[in-house]
């Protein structure tokens, strides 16, 4: 396993069992999700959900936004948007 991958899976699980002092705001969580998706999965794909289902559709256009960024990119992206908050 890369260096990357490792430290990137580091990352998530902290921010997957954060407690205590680091709790994220809506947006940050909205654009740690986007660049979780955009390392894992790639480019999004499907319909953008309707106007109604805000939760839904505000995931799919932060991950959007990414579209074209590599999975390594968005993997260094997170590492680094973690390192500057703690």
Do not use: C
């Not at 999700?33 to 390392?39: N, W």
């Not at 319909?47 to 559709?57: E, L, S």
């Amino acid at each position: 396993m890369s260096d990357l991958k490792t430290q990137f899976d580091e990352a998530v699980n902290y921010i997957q069992n954060a407690e205590g002092d680091f709790q994220p705001s809506n947006e940050m969580k909205l654009e740690f999700y986007a660049l979780y998706k955009q390392a894992t999965e790639g480019d999004v794909s499907g319909k953008r959900p309707g106007m109604m289902d805000f939760v839904a559709r505000a995931k799919f256009d932060a991950w959007d936004k990414l579209k074209g960024t590599s999975s390594e990119e968005a993997m260094q992206q997170y590492i680094d948007k973690l390192n500057s908050l703690k």
